[in-house]
């Protein structure tokens, strides 16, 4: 079992875990139209990821922190060397998308892939599809660990 951390602006497990922003949004690792939920193995690199994404400044921002705990069984894991050429180019592909399709969404065997981050290399990304067969377990483990507020001057 590893333990992954995600940030959100919202503080309702269902809705952070739902998937649903794929849903309305095209990501590195999913089509538009696509539940997945995106979690990185340190709270640091959560955070990261999370202002870039938001678009934030460091300064005056909130967000609420959660965990999750995922059996490694179920986590299929890549390096680098592994990817496809193109996966770290900004913006992202249909390339890293169609990758994820092949080896998450249209398998049942992984829960989710470990995926370097493009800010950080050296660290994780967890993708996960919520759609899949043993999601409910896994849900079962989010933990809400509390609010994150950074003052402003």
Avoid at 1 to 26: E, H, I, P
Avoid at 117 to 124: C, I, Y
Wanted: glycine share 4%.
């Amino acid at each position: 079992m590893t333990t992954w951390y995600r940030a959100s602006q919202f503080n309702a497990v269902k809705k952070v875990f739902s998937g649903d922003g794929g849903l309305f949004t095209a990501a590195r690792w999913n089509h538009l139209g696509r539940r997945v939920i995106y979690c990185s193995e340190s709270i640091s690199l959560c955070t990261l990821e999370w202002l870039s994404h938001n678009g934030l400044s460091v300064s005056g921002f909130n967000y609420y922190r959660f965990s999750i705990d995922v059996p490694e069984k179920l986590i299929h894991k890549f390096t680098i060397k592994e990817l496809p050429k193109e996966w770290n180019m900004t913006p992202s592909t249909i390339v890293t998308r169609d990758f994820a399709e092949k080896y998450l969404f249209l398998s049942d065997k992984f829960i989710a892939l470990r995926l370097p981050s493009v800010l950080v290399p050296e660290e994780f990304n967890l993708v996960i599809n919520p759609m899949h067969k043993n999601f409910s377990k896994v849900i079962e483990t989010v933990k809400l660990m509390g609010k994150h507020s950074a003052p402003v001057r």
